[in-house]
């Protein structure tokens, strides 16, 4: 009987000790692809706090930390250059990733409270994926991205 308590003790020890987005996405980090038109425009993406992430030529996929610290999530903006094209600019923020509401059910406090926040797994960034079509200089129209034209549409 003692053995079985055992058992089944330590059996529930790593169930409590994770958190339920963790479990789900377990990278601290989130890929993050970014595409131009024309391709090889200059990206260059800056964290919240100014520091410069990346600089690359499009297309690029990189990694970008989900949060800044406990219960802080990163947020990055991200700029597009090309020579005879106007500069964008674009942001990829920081949002309570769906996953994290799931401790309620099986992470319980150290989930909700500990492993998720700690891991930063507890946001995600959006969008995913940025498509920037650039506007040549001097054409009246703006860049627009695809992430921007999925949020204007219906206003």
């Known amino acids: 009987m003692k053995t079985n308590i055992l058992f089944l003790s330590l059996l529930t020890i790593p169930l409590l000790a994770t958190g339920c987005a963790s479990i789900i996405d377990e990278s601290p980090c989130k890929t993050i692809r970014i595409n131009s038109n024309p391709e090889g425009a200059k990206v260059t993406i800056t964290a919240a706090d100014g520091t410069e992430v990346l600089a690359a030529n499009t297309p690029v996929k990189i990694k970008l930390e989900r949060a800044t610290g406990y219960f802080r999530g990163a947020d990055y903006k991200i700029t597009f250059e090309k020579s005879g ?7 990829v923020d920081s949002q309570i990733n769906p996953w994290y ?18 891991t930063g797994c507890m946001y995600t960034l959006s969008p995913s994926q940025l498509n920037c079509k650039l506007v040549p200089a001097g054409a009246p129209a703006a860049a627009t991205t695809s992430a921007s034209l999925k949020s204007t549409q219906g206003n």
């Open 85 to 91: 094209y106007c500069p964008y600019e674009a942001h």
């Open 101 to 118: 509401f799931g401790n309620i059910a099986f992470g319980g406090i150290i989930g909700m409270f500990l492993v998720d926040p700690t």
